[in-house]
């Protein structure tokens, strides 16, 4: 079996998705693995094949990361979300940038330049969505979903999962809305269906049901 470094980067790109659905709580199906990917259905089957293989997966009533697969989507993981923080922090970066770079970065990322990237950056424990960095000493807070808080009470933004980072447009549009980790809003209005207006950054602000349903804040 290839040692973790030896993968083709589209194992690694599988490996990545198939982690991501699992730590969103969404279904690790082979649709969702298509819509996440934007490949067809059968490109997938055929990668799910030889992910299993491989010995990188296990798909019998479900798809599920092995050890070894684990470890390798856990490596590209790390590179990915580290180089996020470099592009973002350091270089200036927008989100939406830095998450197309970092999807190049992941897959060439040496283990030399990985442990120098961390150190520079002060072995940060999250990108800058606030996602957790594999590895690092990220101790997960007790958060809701945007959508939880009660009109009137006042939040903290603290994590924007996978799954909007890949929702067209919606990276840029969170970040020119100041729905930043660590920035503090206030919900001013709900509406049945899910949508919210919230008051951040002296801006009033709607956020659609699919975006409030994920954002995670601290109440």
Same mark, same amino acid.
Request: with cysteine; charged share 20%; net charge negative.
């Given at each position: 079996?290839?040692?973790?470094?030896?993968?083709?980067?589209?194992?690694?790109?599988?490996?990545?998705?198939?982690?991501?659905?699992?730590?969103?709580?969404?279904?690790?199906?082979?649709?969702?693995?298509?819509?996440?990917?934007?490949?067809?259905?059968?490109?997938?089957?055929?990668?799910?094949?030889?992910?299993?293989?491989?010995?990188?997966?296990?798909?019998?009533?479900?798809?599920?990361?092995?050890?070894?697969?684990?470890?390798?989507?856990?490596?590209?993981?790390?590179?990915?979300?580290?180089?996020?923080?470099?592009?973002?922090?350091?270089?200036?970066?927008?989100?939406?940038?830095?998450?197309?770079?970092?999807?190049?970065?992941?897959?060439?990322?040496?283990?030399?330049?990985?442990?120098?990237?961390?150190?520079?950056?002060?072995?940060?424990?999250?990108?800058?969505?606030?996602?957790?960095?594999?590895? *690092? *000493?990220?101790?997960?807070?007790?958060?809701?979903?945007?959508?939880?808080?009660?009109?009137?009470?006042?939040?903290?933004?603290?994590?924007?999962?996978?799954?909007?980072?890949?929702?067209?447009?919606?990276?840029?549009?969170?970040?020119?809305?100041?729905?930043?980790?660590?920035?503090?809003?206030?919900?001013?209005?709900? *509406?049945?269906?899910?949508?919210?207006?919230?008051?951040?950054?002296?801006?009033?602000?709607?956020?659609?049901?699919?975006? *409030?349903?994920?954002?995670?804040?601290?109440?």
């Amino acid at each position: 079996m290839p040692a973790i470094g030896e993968h083709h980067p589209a194992f690694e790109e599988y490996c990545e998705c198939i982690f991501e659905l699992q730590e969103d709580d969404v279904a690790v199906i082979q649709a969702r693995i298509a819509e996440r990917l934007q490949v067809s259905r059968p490109a997938v089957s055929e990668m799910i094949k030889r992910l299993e293989a491989e010995g990188l997966i296990t798909n019998d009533s479900r798809i599920a990361l092995t050890p070894a697969g684990q470890a390798l989507a856990q490596r590209v993981v790390r590179r990915h979300r580290l180089a996020e923080r470099f592009l973002t922090d350091l270089l200036g970066l927008s989100w939406a940038d830095a998450h197309h770079e970092a999807g190049k970065w992941e897959h060439v990322m040496s283990d030399a330049v990985e442990q120098a990237m961390d150190r520079v950056l002060g072995n940060p424990t999250t990108c800058p969505h606030g996602n957790p960095i594999p590895g *690092s *000493s990220y101790d997960a807070p007790s958060m809701v979903p945007l959508s939880d808080i009660p009109v009137g009470q006042s939040f903290t933004v603290s994590r924007i999962p996978e799954e909007l980072e890949f929702t067209p447009g919606l990276l840029d549009f969170l970040e020119e809305s100041s729905i930043l980790p660590g920035h503090v809003g206030r919900l001013t209005a709900a *509406s049945p269906d899910g949508t919210v207006t919230i008051e951040i950054e002296g801006r009033h602000i709607g956020v659609g049901q699919f975006a *409030s349903a994920r954002i995670l804040v601290l109440a």
